[in-house]
């Protein structure tokens, strides 16, 4: 066992994903996750979440406490020195001071210790790569809540003007029954339809406060208060190229792969447990009534050389070599099946890319034709010339499609950052 096989095997499977199924040709090249967006107000909400996020904090510890631990596996390959004095008092004795200086090293012939050393560093590695996705996963997240807040916001406005429009029809009802040109039969119609527009500005005044308690969070303050907009941003489409290249800038991806190469490490580690090992310890001891002369004067020295192998242990340490190799294995089919998910992940956010451009289009053309008729019967309906049920259904759907616009802007908008998270774009250390 050399601590490769399944790291080479999961390197052979990346590199088999020859090109995407679709590709889209408005998409340009980026670096970052944030060069998609063209807004300096997200960018500085990104830097302060990246700054003062809690979770964000506990993986740079988990990083620092990594390192730490690749410093202490490391001097397990030094030798190691103790030294120990004690004092001896007996009744009718001298005082008797004992110096003694012990030195050992594990030859490590058979890179025991340095697969220990390798797996050590190959965590570190994980944990820097589990930073960087929760770094890039944070920008994504507060960029999602950003659109969230500005669709949130579009929705009320236009709920706002389809209940002005819902309160002039209740005047326009009893202005046309004092003069006689009909009967009140359609007010309780009327104002029914505009105290369940009140009840979704309820609604939607309470989403937007959520959405502000769930962006504070995210950029580790005690509260977040946006200035309105109403305007989407522009978010550009990311390229994808070779699969290879866009999958394997991927820190989930990394982390799987390196769980696999600290996996095979293990079994390659498990499997030398069965092999012997040699150490060498050197003594240096020394008994004087003078404790200077206790450790410092001609001690008495004796060196053994030593070799242990493992005789008998009930099967158990082949148990355990082959529970690691199991585990590695296991590992390893984690790791196909992440890399599956990572392409489904792409693939699904470029067909998405294409299927929201033309609904887009088809609600655009239809709330154009929408708005013309709006006007229309709004003129009409005065005149005594259509129903207040027709004056109605064109004004439901003039708002509805204008709330699928919106929400199909956002759903658009927000694919491209899934996207580009999809595609390994992060964000700058």
């Known amino acids: 066992m050399d601590g490769t096989r399944f790291a080479e095997q999961s390197s052979e499977s990346l590199n088999s994903i020859s090109e995407w199924q679709q ?16 807004s300096e ?42 030294l120990s004095v004690s ?8 005082t008797v001071y004992q110096g003694s200086l012990d030195v050992s ?10 697969d220990g050393v390798n797996v050590s560093e190959a965590s570190l590695a994980n944990s820097i790569a589990a930073d960087r996705y929760a770094r890039d996963l944070l920008a994504a ?46 007010l309780d119609s009327a104002r029914s339809q505009s105290a369940s527009s009140r009840a979704t500005l309820a609604a939607y005044t309470e989403n937007y406060e959520a959405l502000q308690r769930s962006m504070a969070v995210l950029l580790g303050d005690t509260s977040y208060r946006k200035t309105n907009r ?42 030398k447990a069965l092999l012997p090992s040699l150490s060498l310890n050197l003594s240096l001891s020394q008994s004087d009534a003078s404790f200077r002369n206790a450790l410092f004067t001609s001690p008495a020295w004796g060196l053994l050389n030593r070799i242990t192998a493992p005789l008998f242990q009930g099967r158990k340490l082949r148990a355990q070599a082959r529970q690691a190799d199991l585990t590695a294995e296991q590992v390893y089919w984690a790791y196909q099946e992440k890399l ?11 067909g998405q890319e294409h299927a929201l451009t033309a ?15 709006f006007e229309t019967y709004q003129t009409k309906y005065r005149q005594g010339l259509v129903s207040f049920l027709d004056l109605l259904t064109v004004q439901t759907q003039t708002f509805d499609l204008q709330v699928q616009k919106a929400k199909l802007t956002y759903a658009r908008l927000t694919n491209r950052i899934t996207l580009g998270l999809a595609l390994g774009l992060g964000v700058e250390s």
Do not use: C
Request: hydrophobic residues 40%; without cysteine.
């Open 23 to 38: 590709q889209i040709p408005s998409a340009s090249r980026k670096a970052y996750l944030t060069d998609l967006i063209h």
């Open 41 to 82: 107000a997200l960018q500085t909400l990104i830097r302060q979440g990246l700054r003062n996020n809690p979770g964000l904090q506990q993986t740079a510890l988990a990083i620092k406490i990594a390192r730490e631990n690749v410093t202490d596996v490391r001097g397990d390959r030094l030798p190691q020195a103790s």
């Open 87 to 94: 004092q001896n008092n007996s009744e009718g004795s001298d």
């Open 105 to 114: 090293w594990t030859l490590d012939w058979l890179q025991k210790l340095q």
């Open 141 to 186: 997240t507060i960029a999602d809540t950003w659109l969230q807040l500005i669709r949130q916001t579009r929705l009320t406005e236009i709920e706002q003007n389809r209940l002005s429009v819902l309160e002039q029809n209740e005047q326009t009802i009893v202005e046309r029954y004092r003069k006689g040109l009909d009967e009140l039969t359609d």
């Open 230 to 271: 109403i305007n989407f941003p522009r978010v550009e489409i990311p390229l994808a190229s070779m699969p290879a290249q866009d999958l394997g800038r991927r820190p989930d991806l990394q982390q799987a792969y390196l769980n696999i190469r600290i996996a095979d490490l293990n079994s390659a580690i498990a499997y």
């Open 340 to 350: 599956l998910t990572a392409v489904k992940e792409v693939e699904d956010a470029m």
């Open 359 to 373: 609904r887009q289009a088809h609600i655009s053309d239809a709330l154009t034709n929408a708005e013309r008729s």
